[in-house]
């Protein structure tokens, strides 16, 4: 097990790099001076350039590169151009917790709502009840986030007074972003869930359960849904990846200052520092998610460690 955790680790050191160094050379390339931005369109290009100067804006792409990558790998990953604050204080201590919170809650949420959603949906296949789940599915799939959040705002905040429309002020100001986003992403994880046991379901080792005098109930929670849950783990671990990465629209939609917010704002404003470490941070985060599901790999199929 400590060698397959420790091969999947390496793995992730050349994902990481070219990760920054993609990022870093998309937003070195993007139009926009960083310098002009901070002082604004009337200043002199005299002083324009000495604060390009200053910042080392004026090197060429591989030395302001690597003299970046120096820099993150002694945890110094700058400062803000426009706010003027250390990056790692912006990320770490206001934008990433509230993001990492809605979304780790939204997922939780879609694995507990969609898993045995998906399951019935299979053992009663072209029944009423699979029906009217794969239409559910179905609509899920085709709501915009934006749409749905704004709906159940109108429901549950105007209509019902139960949870804030925007902002953040506690725990209630989580429950509807983690609700749109768990009902986004439920839908493709009840999919999953139904064809996997659906294919389970149909094996020898199935039957033989059954034929040994075994409950329907442990048919299917001990031998098909074990069996069928791998591809399902994997669903799970990318659907967090796409809502950390691409919070941005529940985040403007219900006011939350989240990461996404930030790095809109960022890439609006050329403010390399505060963009990479987002970047970083959220590649990180996944990184050691995706480690997470390939240990849960094991621990379902113990074949796995052998590979």
């Known amino acids: 097990m400590s060698k397959y955790i420790v091969k999947r680790i390496i793995y992730f050191i050349p994902v990481l790099f070219g990760i920054v160094f993609l990022v870093y ?3 070195y390339l993007a139009p926009g ?9 009337k200043v002199p290009q005299a002083q324009v350039d000495a604060l390009r100067e200053e910042m ?7 030395v302001q590169f690597f003299t970046y990558l120096t820099n993150i790998l002694h945890g110094d990953f700058g400062t803000s151009y426009q706010l003027g604050m250390p990056v790692t204080d912006i990320i770490l201590k206001i934008r990433f917790p509230i993001t990492l919170i809605m979304a780790v809650s ?5 694995v507990i709502f969609s898993i045995p959603i998906g399951t019935l949906s299979a053992v009663k296949q072209y029944t009423v009840i699979d029906s009217i789940t794969v239409v559910f599915a179905l609509l899920l799939t085709s709501i915009p986030v934006f749409w ?14 139960w949870f804030p429309s925007s902002g953040f002020d506690g725990v209630k100001s989580f429950v509807l972003p983690a609700i ?8 493709q994880i009840i999919r999953m869930t139904r064809s996997s046991m659906l294919e389970v379901l149909r094996q020898d080792f199935v039957r033989t359960a059954r034929a040994k005098g075994a409950s329907e109930t442990r048919v299917i929670f001990k031998h098909a849904l074990k069996n069928a849950i791998i591809p399902v783990l994997t669903v799970i671990g990318i659907n967090f990846g796409i809502v950390l990465g691409g919070s941005a629209i529940a985040e403007t939609v219900f006011g939350i200052p989240g990461m ?9 404003q050329k403010d390399i520092p505060v963009v990479m470490g987002a970047v970083l941070f959220v590649a990180f985060t996944f990184s050691v998610v995706n480690l997470l599901i390939d240990i849960l790999y094991t621990l379902f199929d113990p074949r796995i460690r052998t590979d």
């Open 106 to 110: 939204s997922m939780l949420l879609a």
């Open 148 to 161: 749905l959040g704004l709906m159940l705002i109108l429901l549950f905040s105007l209509k019902l007074g």
């Open 260 to 268: 996404g917010i930030q790095m809109v704002t960022s890439i609006r």
């Open 56 to 62: 080392g804006l004026n090197k060429p792409f591989l």
């Open 33 to 41: 001076d960083p310098a002009r931005m901070i002082l604004g369109d």
């Open 180 to 187: 749109t986003l768990a009902l986004v992403n439920s839908a």
């Open 25 to 27: 050379s998309i937003m």
